[in-house]
């Protein structure tokens, strides 16, 4: 990763596995979500939900279910969150267009994880090369993999606000899958929650315009 060693930013707080922690990444498909219409090829995955509970995400309207097509070569996806039960996809437009590295992922390709849950805890020693893969996630401030990439959102221009940022850390693993890959090494690519295999997934929101923009960078 291209971290800065010895640089500790104030309120910096990792994701920690706990059964009470009202944040969850991984699960089922909520009852009463319904994922965007969409062309993806192998669709759409769920990753989780941040619970505005949380006086941490105290700002955010509603409990956020994060979803995200994250085995494709995707640039920055927008997603609506007008009903927040039924989001819709802005950008980008034409969603069969989106390409794949993995070969073997089809239009009716599914990936699901299992759920854990998770509570914040302040991040105490700063994220480098030698520990960042035991962290599952973060918020407070984006650790860049590569550079400074803060959105806008497309239907009021303002600077989206940071979520949080998740890890190719391991620890979510696959519940199921029905993606039979030809080779062992692509196969273990869907075994759990990953971002190109090594990289970290960016969420931003718009609490206005209840707009959320996810990307990954990889190094």
């Known amino acids: 990763m291209n971290i800065l060693s010895g640089i500790l930013p104030k309120k910096r707080y990792e994701f920690i596995e706990d059964i009470k922690g009202v944040h ?5 498909i909520p009852a009463g979500f319904i994922m965007p219409p969409n062309d993806f090829i192998g669709s759409i ?3 989780g939900a941040i619970d505005n509970s949380d006086t941490v995400f105290s700002w955010l309207p509603f409990r956020l279910h994060l979803i995200c097509p994250i085995f494709l070569n995707i640039e920055m996806v927008f997603v609506d969150y007008e009903n927040p039960n039924a989001p819709v996809i802005i950008s980008p437009l034409d969603t069969a267009a989106v390409t794949t590295e993995y070969d073997d992922l089809e ?5 699901i994880f299992n759920k854990i ?3 914040l805890e302040l991040i105490k020693v700063p994220i480098t090369e030698d520990n960042d893969d035991e962290i599952i996630g973060l918020t407070g401030k984006p650790v860049w993999e590569q550079n400074s990439e803060s959105p806008k959102c497309p239907k009021t221009g303002r600077k989206m606000k940071f979520i ?3 890890f190719s850390s391991g620890k979510v693993t696959t519940k199921y899958t029905n993606i039979k890959a030809a080779e062992q090494y692509y196969q273990d690519c869907f075994a759990d929650m990953n971002f190109w295999e090594d990289g970290s997934l960016y969420v931003f929101f718009e609490p206005d315009s209840k707009v959320a923009c996810y990307f990954i960078q990889h190094t």
């Open 24 to 28: 969850q990444l991984g699960g089922d």
């Open 45 to 47: 995955q769920y990753l």
């Open 107 to 111: 239009k009716d390709s599914i990936v």
């Open 117 to 119: 849950s998770v509570g």
């Open 164 to 166: 949080c940022q998740l």
